[in-house]
């Protein structure tokens, strides 16, 4: 095939020898354009550098991250566009591995020994699929969601062998728009097309975004009962039990999960957090140890795998252990942004426990560090502002939750925020914050309206983007800041910069609140303007 000499694939195999013979077997096939990784590290830094056709990887890939876990970066930070063919290669025959690389769906995955003609005939295979689903494809990465739902309709009649596959994209698209109750009515039609767990767990999903949570989980026990090693059901089941407020129960759900396929970090990172929470402090140790070796190879590795060790090993107490947790992390995080304020929450877990005199300095640090746009999560700065509140330092107690309640993504936020004074007997403190914050998002909104009225469309933008950054977890505050940019346009003509800022906000507000009754009419008044003004959809940087 003629196809097959334009092919740019990187080849991500540890060993030498067995390098040369996948480069041979690649020739044989007709690639020959072949760039070589010799570690996840590496492999990382070359998809980030350019975009390749096919990634062709070994599951051992040694000392480091594995070829599971590179996979899980992939596709959790988007390293690499969906039309990339990714075939994991292996001789693992544990069960438990390859279930792991599976659950992740790779395009096709290869258990050695096997030949250049077995290789060529995956390669062919998922290149027709690849090219079938070009068009949604690209318009899924140019953010085009309305019309990839209309690209999938066109690909179930114009390639019917994938039309299984166009209608599931179709509904997790309708998903990814908030349209729950399209994605519902599709996923129904599905199952009654073929009877497969996916479309149930489909279902499933929908359930849970229209808070059907009871309907949503006798499905997902269900999909677990039947088959014991559906993964993503048993992520959907766990995230159904916190969402009702079933810690236990969403515990006991992730543990049956990481027995089944105990390599995904994310999955572990979830148990440990949960383990911590419902007081199973064995767990929480043993579950985040396994995270803190695990990510520690990761191009992306997170400084807050180290403190929530840390806090495990402070409950057992165990303060030894939890300093040595401490100086890895000063080893191995350094330059990191969130290292700092992380190295002072978790030294001042330790200084807690045993009195030292240095953890007011320490809380204080951790409060400094805090302020700044490092990314740090809620749930640390929920133990941040507890850990004031215990040494008397309520100023900065108060500040902290303040910052999480404007920033709230989500009731449930709120209401953790809230239990933080509760539970130290200071509820009214709590409630005056949350009057507080939200009086401060009314008056910025407020603001930014009174700019627009007076013509100031481009003041208004500065101003309510500038709350967006601010509280970017916030979907009131972030569909506010793309309302104001998409009233500039609209208003002042067509500029590129003020467009690619509605879109990203869009998105933003998307992804943390995908049953926003006003995100469909915000999205609609964008494509809108967009025909108005003649403009051609372009893809956005990641």
Known sequence: MSELSDIRALLIEPHSGMRVSLHNMLNLCGITKIEHGLSAGTAVRAIQAKVFDLILCEYDLGVGQDGQQLLEDMRHHKLAPLSTIFIMVTAERSYAKVVSAAELAPSDYLLKPFTADMLLERVIRALEKRKAFVEVHNLMEQGSIPEAIMACHHGERDHPKYAIDFMRLRAELHVIQGEAAEAEELYKHLFELKAVAWARLGLAKTLFMQGKYQEAEDILKNLVAENSKYMDAYDWLAKTHEMAGELPEAKEVLDIAVGVSPHAVRRLRKLGRIALETGDIETA????????????????????????????????????????????????????????????????????????????????????????DIGLSTDAKLGLAKSCLENDQEDNASEIILDVMKNASDQNVMSRALGVFESAGKGHIGKELAQRSQKEVMDLVALGVQKAKQGDFRGSVELMSAAARKSPDNPQVVLNAALAALKCLENMGWDQATGEQARHLIESARRLDPMNPRLKAIRGLYDELQKKYGITTVRMAK
């Open 285 to 372: 140790e043993n579950v985040l140890k396994k995270v803190v070796s695990k990510a520690k190879f990761s191009e992306f590795r997170d400084p807050e795998d180290h403190m929530n060790l840390v806090n495990a090993l402070v409950k057992k107490g165990d303060t030894e252990q939890a300093k040595s947790v401490i100086r890895d992390l000063e080893k191995n995080m350094s330059g990191l942004k969130k290292t700092a304020a992380v190295r002072a929450i978790s030294a001042a877990m330790v200084h807690a426990k045993t009195g030292d005199a240095r953890l007011a300095e320490e809380l204080g640090a951790a409060v400094v560090a805090s302020r700044e």
